[in-house]
């Protein structure tokens, strides 16, 4: 018997890391690769409705669910190299992996430390953090691209990776089955770049620090922003970052800055920094000076943004995912109105929109 035919009804919020979502009219998990493959290609020839989940991290979804299969991604393990080469499973845990590579002394992503979500969604939008991203040790992935039926291998080039995002993102044409990291394996961490981090260890710019050391600190950063998962903990029941910073070109720039100081002040330093082809904004900061400061609520009460972090948009307890796209709105149309400077989510919306 096929493996779609026997359909088993899940409800998202139970997937998601907001625990929102209505349900899915059929949910599998594909414990391998080739089950994973397998599934896609049968869903694909029977033209039913696909919706590939890791770990919810992620991910909006409608209060009306997905009208279609949900897939839930759920391969893991990897295989360590001798020279620092770590072939990961897509649906390997990704903090569980990140912990496992600074207790063998290797370093390079102890940056990217208590990131929910799976291996396999990282390199769609290069997720970064305190100064690292998924580009910096990223090889190659392993991934089935539904359009050709065919396995390939495309490597951190052909992947073209920028600011939160690759050629991956904004796309379900492939499927990404394992990805191939190249790691340091002499137990120290990346230069540390953020400037935050670099406080927080008491070190320089560009210094290195055991790979330890550098994965306590992150982690302790994090929680102080609500940003480690935890049940008991309403501040941490979102998607992370809601809004992506905003990139201004740099012919905009000029403009756009000189209306954010307009508004401001001329004493208060607008945080800025060097992007591809312009000026990267703080949304954080552009949100808490738009009027919306942490804890602000939304409708009833239901969402807020986080009491510890302006950034992230969270359910309460009560939401709805019509109530949080609510506040997103309140707080973009803020920001617009304010400084003129557009913010866009980070994470996907499924049968929702912003």
Known sequence: MSTVETPTQATLSNHTTLRL???????AEAGTAELLV???RELDDAGEPLLLLGGGSNLVVGDA???????????????????????????QNWDEFVAAT???????????????????????????????????????????????????????AELGFAYRTSVLKGTDAGVVLKVRFGLKVDGLSSPIRYAELARTLGVEIGTRVPAADARAAVLELRR?????????????????????NPIVPAADAPAVLARITDVVGPD???????????????????????????????????????????????????????????????????????????LHPEPLLINCAL
């Open 21 to 27: 979502g209505g349900p899915a009219r059929r949910f």
């Open 102 to 156: 600074v207790e063998a002394g290797v370093g390079g992503l102890e940056c990217l430390s208590g990131i929910p979500g799976s291996v396999g969604a990282t390199p769609i939008q290069n997720v970064g953090a305190y100064g690292c991203e998924i580009a910096d040790s990223l090889l190659s992935i392993d991934l089935y691209d539904r359009r050709t039926g065919e396995r390939r291998t495309l490597s951190a």
């Open 268 to 342: 208060v330093r607008v945080p800025e920094y060097p992007a591809d082809g312009g000026v990267k904004l703080s949304a954080a900061w552009l949100i808490e000076r738009a009027g919306f400061a942490k804890g602000h609520q939304g409708p009833g009460g239901r969402v807020s943004l986080s009491t510890k972090h302006a950034l992230a948009l969270t359910n309460r307890g009560s939401a709805s995912t019509a109530d949080l796209l609510a506040l997103a709105a309140e707080v973009r149309d803020g920001v617009i109105a304010r400084f003129g400077v557009e």
């Open 65 to 91: 669910g997905f009208d279609g299969t949900v897939v839930r991604v759920a391969n893991s393990g990897w295989q360590l190299g001798d020279n620092g080469i770590l072939d990961v499973e897509a649906g």
């Open 224 to 244: 102080g922003k609500g940003m480690v998962l935890d049940a008991g903990d309403h501040d941490t029941w979102s998607a992370g970052s809601f809004f992506t």
């Open 38 to 40: 397998e599934l896609v």
